[in-house]
């Protein structure tokens, strides 16, 4: 129960940050919000070194060095990928990626689930997709390249959690603070090679600042359900983040929310529920 609470913790946390982070984006160049919410993102995790503490062993360092590669990889595959094809139907498969690799992994591992988890789980991957899709999902066809595009999205955002998971159990923050730290250079040093193309415009620094500091907690609250509970089940509720995001832009821009959306959401709090149980 304390691993599923801190999954659906991490859930709120991502979705929140991708709202934000949405929003941010809209006043100006992606990589002008990412600047400020990379940094801000690292600050919170280096403010909980003394909380949490922090082991810095060699495999805490690899593996959260690996995470942080990913990381990067993750941002500039899920904004060229939703760049070139219709959001509606990439963000699902980006999505579904993201929660199915690690539940593979977890099984592999030797992850065991009861009956109402070998239902529950099945019933969250679809409500993964049908949150994530927007109105007239499957109207468009995409092309081969954003298709492959949305796939390498999702794998980089399912290795990056894979790598945190891996991360010695004693290892505190370190993961997260190593991990943060080479995805924000590269982060930055893309930056710096495309500054002529970012545009005038000034970023929205705090929504930017707290979008960053809300996918750091995201990012300790699946490590620490990850650690106390099956890498499956912690792995596919939090994959249900855009149902967050979801919310947010109903309730604060006035978005509809749309049929497929409304019974994704009824059918994750369904998976929720018997994932209790499991």
Request: proline share 5%; charged share 5%; hydrophobic share 60%.
């Amino acid at each position: 129960m304390i691993a599923l609470l801190l999954a659906l913790g991490s859930s709120l946390a991502y979705g929140c940050a991708d709202f934000l982070g949405g929003v941010g984006a809209r006043k100006a160049h992606v990589l002008r919000t990412v600047m400020i919410a990379a940094p801000a993102s690292l600050v919170v995790e280096l403010l909980l070194w003394p909380l949490l503490g922090a082991s810095f062993s060699t495999a805490a360092l690899g593996w959260g060095a690996a995470s942080g590669v990913a990381s990067a990889a993750a941002f500039v595959l899920l904004y060229r990928t939703l760049a070139i094809g219709p959001m509606n139907v990439l963000s699902p498969v980006t999505a579904l990626v993201s929660a199915v690799l690690p539940v593979g992994v977890g099984l592999l591992q030797g992850e065991h689930l009861s009956a109402a988890g070998l239902v529950g789980l099945p019933l969250a991957l679809a409500a993964v997709v049908l949150v994530s899709a927007g109105p007239g999902a499957g109207s468009a066809r995409p092309s081969r390249t954003a298709l492959l595009l949305a796939f390498g999205a999702g794998a980089a955002i399912a290795l990056q959690l894979i790598f945190l998971h891996q991360a010695p159990a004693d290892s505190g923050v370190a993961p997260l603070i190593i991990g943060r730290a080479v995805s924000s250079a590269i982060t930055l040093t893309a930056a710096a090679l495309l500054h002529r193309r970012l545009g005038p415009e000034r970023p929205a620094y705090a929504i930017s600042a707290t979008a960053g500091a809300l996918d750091s907690v995201a990012n300790l609250l699946f490590l620490l359900a990850a650690r106390s509970g099956n890498l499956a089940v912690v792995a596919v509720i939090v994959a249900l983040y855009p149902a967050t995001t979801v919310l947010l832009a109903r309730g604060l821009l006035a978005e509809q929310i749309h049929r497929s959306q409304l019974l994704g959401l009824g059918t994750a709090a369904a998976a929720i529920s018997l994932l209790t149980l499991t």
